[in-house]
């Protein structure tokens, strides 16, 4: 059997016995997928955490075989398989620690646009909620380079996903069942129409059945790959919550839509509002003011004194992509301590400005 790097990628997804977080640290001291597999016992015993068992499981080549079925299933249903150092894979889901190293991905859209929105909620939707959504669409279809996302689920999921298609807006659904059956079923029109205008997502592999425990695991890539999580309608448990709960621990921001005190379907909301754990959502301004946002792309702005050596480097880098400060410390080569200064004082200049997830971009 011929191995290619892919191969080597999506066979690391299929060794028993080791999860994400694992086959992220191996990756990272052997240096790629294919390294993995030929680097020696006595090296890989030598990597944290790593023991005699996680080599055993890594000697098993059966990992292959499950590998290549599943890149033959991917060209049939015309499927990519993101490893997570690909450079489609979504960037803001590779500083959650249990991202998934492997996702399958079916769509046109680009996975790391400049805003990237998740709308959760219930499955009972109310008129309230629908209509907030549409009105909500309306307004969002003027920002550019934005992406819709949510889990194609009754209610509030799927009503996200229609408005933003009628408003031309990608939108991407995160999946808890392998992308080659869509659920729920009455929902696969819409699945369709997203493949031209959006895509689908899923780390589970074809064949994968949509069994209860898998969505709540789905939950932290709707939080994970987003700028903020949008909250629309919830009861006092449920799904949406636990979104908004995996939100709040990433450090991504969470809005929620305030509702009637006698609707138990807006009672997760009022409650998310009232313990600071989310900002209250009445309209696209409220996410322009809290994120920062400009619908339109706004003219580079002239620099009128000297920049330092420092402060053009930090400009260098920032012009490429926003970049959250560790990684920006990483590429710079600045101390974390001398760096967070000098972006405050960036800051201050009307050079940089600060966004959620303690990533910065240029003003």
Known sequence: MEITNNLYEVALNFI????????KQIVSYCGSAEAVFKTPKGKLLKIPGVGPKT????????????????????????????????????????????APVLLYYKGNSNLNATKV?????????????????????????????????????YGIDICAHREALKNNIPTIG??????????????????????????????????????????????????????????VEAAASGGALITAEIAN????????????????????????IKKHKAHLLTSV???KYMMNWETGE??????????????????????KEKTQIDML?????????????????MEFKGLVKALPGKRFTLA
Not at 16 to 23: H, S
Request: proline share 6%.
């Open 117 to 153: 929105i998740s709308i959760v909620g219930t499955r009972k939707a109310t008129p309230y909620g629908l209509g907030f959504i549409e009105s909500l669409m309306q307004e969002l279809k003027h920002f550019k380079d934005i992406i819709i996302v949510s889990g194609l689920a």
């Open 16 to 23: 028993p016995g080791i999860g994400n977080v694992m086959v």
């Open 298 to 319: 706004a003219p580079p702005k002239k620099i009128n004194f000297q920049l330092t050596m420092e402060e053009a480097n930090i400009v260098n880098w920032l012009a």
């Open 249 to 272: 621990s990433y450090d991504i921001e969470v809005f929620a839509v305030p509702g009637d005190v006698n609707n138990p379907f807006s009672e997760g909301c009022n409650q998310l």
């Open 174 to 231: 995160v999946m808890a069942n392998g992308l080659d059956k869509i659920y729920p079923a009455v929902h696969k029109n819409t699945a369709l129409q997203m493949l031209e205008n959006g895509g689908l997502i899923s780390e589970n592999k074809f064949g994968t059945l949509p069994d209860a425990p898998k969505f709540p695991e789905r939950n932290r890539i709707i939080a994970g790959m987003s700028d903020l999580v949008i909250v």
């Open 285 to 287: 301004e409220d996410i």
């Open 55 to 98: 080599v055993e499981c890594l000697q098993d080549k059966s990992c292959f075989n499950t590998a290549e079925e599943e890149l033959k299933k991917a060209e049939k249903f015309g499927a990519s398989l993101l490893f997570y150092t690909n450079k489609n894979y979504p960037e803001r889901l590779k500083n959650i620690p249990t």
């Open 329 to 345: 410390s990483l590429k710079t080569q600045i101390p974390m301590s001398r760096l967070s200064a000098l972006l405050l004082e």
